[in-house]
């Protein structure tokens, strides 16, 4: 594994984008991501895609220092290619914010401002959700709707977890979220990923936002999606739920004060309109409390209420 540059040029968002054989979608989403956060750097990580999308984003990256590469000997999966994107943004401490999407133009990067801005004004996790309102998957037939929207219910109901969309790739960290969370320790890889991730920032006691996206089909390439992922994805919900990675009170928790001011309020969930995020923000007792019950739940008037659900 290599970084074909040094030090990344310090700024404050990094864009991390898993690739595999997307030769067609590389430049133009990088193109598209920098247009709309000329500020951030974007890190393609590569698992040596056999139609020459690596050696694509060593040209991207020689011409553009905000562009990185992170090459890997072979297809691991997603989670995997995560996993090193994310210790790569976490080795660079000018880095704040990460942000993780796919390549493919399923999610689109005129999102990526109100993502981190959600980080920018407290959320320690913003989801970009499809299944709160104002969130759509335009084109998806019944099958797809269905197993989509069954993944999330399924790990919503067996996790106690209150979020919507669970199976969603497209995210934004706060680094020190990232950190403790301990991705060298995350077991997932397809969408099992998704689901763990957000289920290990629950246990932190982060500050989770969800905010609307509409979810196109890819631009163009294969889906690399397989029933084998779906099995790992709900045979991991079932062990994450009866066994847990380590005790029932989670994970060492260190949370920012002010997220553990958001879980200080009553566990009677209310709805209160907060013009300072774009999104539905939840937030639940944090320091090793039992996360069944959720303190309170913010919404703006833009995100309107959550979707109730299928
Ligand atoms: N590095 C790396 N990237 C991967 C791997 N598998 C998938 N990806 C990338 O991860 C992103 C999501 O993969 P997709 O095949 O689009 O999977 P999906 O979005 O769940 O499925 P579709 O909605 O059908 O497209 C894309 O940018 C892929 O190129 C992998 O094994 N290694
Ligand atoms: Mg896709």
């Not at 099958?143 to 219910?153: E, P």
């Not at 067996?158 to 020190?176: I, M, S």
């Not at 301990?182 to 006691?205: C, K, M, P």
Request: charged share 20%.
């Amino acid at each position: 594994m290599s970084t074909t540059k040094g030090p990344l040029t310090g700024l404050a968002a990094l864009v991390v984008l898993p690739t595999y054989n997307e030769r067609q979608n590389l430049e133009p989403m990088v193109n598209r991501i920098l247009e709309h956060v000329p500020a951030a750097d974007v890190l393609i990580v590569d698992d040596n895609s056999p139609d020459g999308t690596g050696e694509l984003a060593d040209a991207l990256a020689s011409r553009d220092d905000h562009v990185h590469v992170l090459h890997r000997p072979g297809k691991e999966g997603l989670g995997r290619a995560y996993q090193a994107g994310f210790r790569v943004a976490l080795d660079q401490p000018g880095v704040r914010t990460i942000v993780q999407m796919d390549c493919d133009f399923s999610h689109d990067p005129a999102d990526i401002p109100r993502l981190v801005s959600l980080i920018d004004s407290g959320a320690d996790l913003a989801i970009g959700s499809r299944y709160v309102q104002g969130g759509s998957t335009p084109g998806w037939g019944l099958q797809r709707r269905m197993v989509s929207r069954g993944g999330s219910l399924f790990a919503r109901s067996v996790l106690g977890l209150p979020y919507r969309d669970l199976t969603g790739g497209f995210k934004a960290w706060r680094r020190e979220t990232l950190e403790q969370i301990d991705v060298s320790r995350l077991q997932a890889n397809g969408y099992g990923f998704q689901i763990e991730t957000t289920w290990r920032a629950h246990r932190v006691g982060a500050g989770i936002v969800e905010t609307p996206i509409t979810f196109r089909d890819r631009f163009a390439g294969k889906s690399k999606m397989s029933r084998a992922i779906m099995r790992e994805a709900l045979l991991l919900v079932l062990r994450l739920r009866f066994a847990p990675p380590s005790t029932r009170t989670g994970y060492p928790v260190a949370v920012r004060s002010d997220v553990a001011a958001w879980g200080a309020h009553s566990a009677t969930p209310s709805i209160t309109s907060d013009p300072s995020t774009s999104g539905v923000r939840y937030s639940h007792p944090v320091a090793g409390a039992p996360h069944s019950e959720h303190g309170r739940l913010l919404m703006s008037p833009e995100a309107g209420p959550p979707d109730p659900g299928p």
